[in-house]
């Protein structure tokens, strides 16, 4: 019994050590010249012209979702602006750029409306196309002390049979090959523009949403992970933080009660799940991305939760 526990002992070493050795190697392969990967400033709308700033903070859906002229007018003393972050499925990366950026400190109100997908375990630091670029010895460290579990996931899921490793791996492999060097742009800034740009048929409010392309499943919400998500943005924001039921296509999910009564004793949102609902004709190209009609809807929904905060127009 002895010899097998020394035996199992050293396999578990040498498993830990060809970990380690992968994510060495990925972290390097992120960073080479031949990485054709570029992240640029993740483009936000609003204004940031004020000391005090409401802050929508979430991903693309706080781009589309509101009506940041519309809040800038009736918010005179205060600037608002969306924090949306590029990054799809890894929701530490997502909450890390603002929490590193100019507007985290406590004269700020911070509303979260963040899509359910990023409110998963499973994708707080997913092993994807986006994180194992973004991904830093110096944020692998972060993750370590304050989560370890999530990080030898990570680290488990860093294997030659993971697709995204091999994406990597064959495109840096390739430019080796053909002597191809890649002139990156790397900028992980947050800009804010005062002008809002979308694509043809934003504004169009009588075609009805395609909802058989994107139907929302249950979320896997866990009671655990959910305060976690809480604890961790409650040490990291340093701003007044409340938070929304993120927008849904109504009638277009399999929701349970119980979760919908765990995400409310958990967050506590300013709004009711029925509010966060929306018609097939006030969709735009997503079940999270209003159009121009859903957007009102929910931009004035926004500004009677803000008055009844106390934060007045």
Same mark, same amino acid.
């Given at each position: 019994?002895k010899k097998?526990?020394?035996?199992?002992?050293?396999?578990?070493?040498i498993?830990?050590?060809?970990?380690?050795?992968?994510?060495?190697?990925?972290?390097n392969?992120s960073?080479?010249k031949?990485?054709p990967?570029?992240?640029?400033?993740?483009?936000?709308?609003?204004?940031?012209?004020?000391?005090?700033?409401i802050i929508? *903070?979430?991903?693309?859906n706080?781009?589309?979702?509101?009506?940041?002229n519309?809040?800038?007018a /009736?918010?005179?003393?205060?600037?608002?602006?969306?924090?949306?972050?590029?990054v799809?499925?890894? *929701?530490?990366f997502t909450?890390?750029?603002?929490i590193?950026s100019?507007?985290n400190? /406590?004269n700020n109100?911070?509303?979260?409306?963040?899509?359910?997908s990023?409110?998963?375990?499973?994708?707080?630091l997913p092993?994807n196309?986006?994180?194992?670029r *973004?991904?830093?010895?110096?944020?692998a460290?972060?993750v370590l002390?304050?989560?370890?579990? /999530?990080?030898?996931s990570f680290i488990?899921?860093?294997?030659?049979?993971?697709?995204?490793v091999?994406? *990597?791996?064959?495109l840096?492999?390739?430019n080796h090959a053909?002597?191809?060097?890649?002139?990156k742009?790397t900028?992980?800034?947050l800009?804010?523009?005062?002008?809002?740009?979308?694509?043809?048929g934003?504004?169009?409010?009588?075609t009805?949403y395609?909802?058989?392309q994107?139907?929302?499943v249950?979320p896997?919400f866990s009671?655990?992970?959910?305060?976690?998500?809480?604890?961790?943005?409650?040490e990291?924001i340093?701003? /007044?933080?409340y938070y929304?039921f993120?927008?849904?296509n109504?009638g277009n999910n399999?929701f349970?009660?119980?979760n919908?009564?765990?995400f409310?004793?958990?967050f506590?949102?300013?709004?009711?799940f029925?509010?966060s609902?929306?018609?097939?004709?006030?969709?735009y190209?997503?079940?999270?991305h209003l159009?121009?009609?859903?957007?009102?809807?929910n931009?004035q929904?926004?500004?009677d939760?803000?008055n009844?905060l106390?934060?007045?127009?």
């Open positions: 019994m097998l526990i020394t035996n199992l002992s050293i396999l578990a070493v498993f830990f050590l060809y970990k380690v050795i992968i994510f060495i190697s990925i972290l392969l960073k080479s031949y990485d990967t570029t992240f640029l400033a993740d483009l936000n709308y609003g204004k940031d012209d004020k000391a005090q700033q929508l *903070l979430g991903s693309s706080t781009r589309y979702d509101f009506d940041y519309y809040l800038n /009736k918010f005179k003393t205060k600037a608002v602006h969306s924090v949306s972050s590029s799809p499925f890894a *929701l530490f909450l890390d750029k603002f590193n100019k507007w400190n /406590k109100t911070v509303i979260i409306d963040i899509p359910y990023l409110f998963s375990d499973d994708q707080f092993c196309y986006v994180s194992l *973004l991904m830093t010895l110096e944020k460290k972060e002390l304050d989560q370890p579990k /999530k990080f030898f488990f899921n860093e294997s030659p049979f993971n697709n995204e091999t994406q *990597l791996v064959s840096v492999a390739k053909n002597g191809i060097i890649e002139n742009k900028d992980n800034s800009v804010v523009s005062p002008v809002q740009n979308f694509k043809n934003y504004d169009d409010c009588t009805p395609v909802k058989e994107h139907y929302l249950n896997r009671k655990k992970h959910l305060e976690y998500i809480k604890s961790y943005i409650s990291k340093k701003c /007044k933080v929304r993120p927008e849904i109504k399999n349970t009660k119980s919908i009564d765990l409310t004793k958990t506590n949102p300013i709004n009711t029925e509010q609902q929306f018609l097939n004709n006030q969709l190209d997503q079940w999270y159009n121009k009609c859903g957007t009102a809807i931009t929904y926004l500004v939760e803000l009844r106390g934060i007045k127009e």
